[in-house]
């Protein structure tokens, strides 16, 4: 496993993220006959949030960006992206787990919405996502949060 570091984000980070965001999900839209270069960048900006999202950095360069943001019934996990070549080491189960423990903590549910035969759908359903709805492009997950054992409390982080 790769050693990464998360760190709250900021509107300085936008490039990386946007531009990152266009190379993870091309092969995706492309497939799905859905990729437009301008949009799938203009999607990320208009929708960035530092205040809820987090970059991931290997060896103290940006590696990827993830975010998490409240909602009225659950957090919705959104804007998770990684870089190509880091795919396969754990990077992103690190990540998620982290992630999913703090949700755990608090009690609440998290969401999140995958493109149609993405790979990161297998990720999401190792770690306790399941299918709530789809449609041709998109599959809605959730995953509520896990239970400690009776008397055992959730390690704080």
């Known amino acids: ?21 266009a190379v993870a999900m091309r092969p995706d839209l492309e497939r799905l006959g ?8 203009r999607r990320l900006r208009d929708c960035f949030e530092p ?3 987090w970059v991931i950095e290997v060896g103290g360069a940006f590696a990827g960006c993830v975010a998490l943001r409240p909602a009225e019934d659950a957090h919705w996990l959104e804007h998770f992206y990684l870089a190509p070549e880091l795919h396969g080491h754990g990077i992103g189960s690190g990540v998620l787990l982290r992630l999913l423990e703090r949700c755990d903590r608090a009690g609440v549910p998290v969401r999140l919405n995958v493109l149609q035969g993405s790979a990161a759908r297998r990720l999401y359903e190792r770690h306790g996502f399941t299918t709530e709805s789809e449609d041709a492009v998109d599959v809605f997950m959730v995953r509520e ?13």
């Open 1 to 21: 496993m790769v050693d990464w570091e998360l760190r709250p984000a900021s509107a300085a980070d936008i490039d990386m993220a946007v531009e990152l965001r």
């Open 51 to 53: 205040a809820h999202t």
């Open 34 to 41: 859905r990729y437009d270069e301008h949009r799938v960048r």
């Open 145 to 157: 949060p896990a239970q400690a054992p009776a008397g055992q409390e959730q390690p704080a982080r």
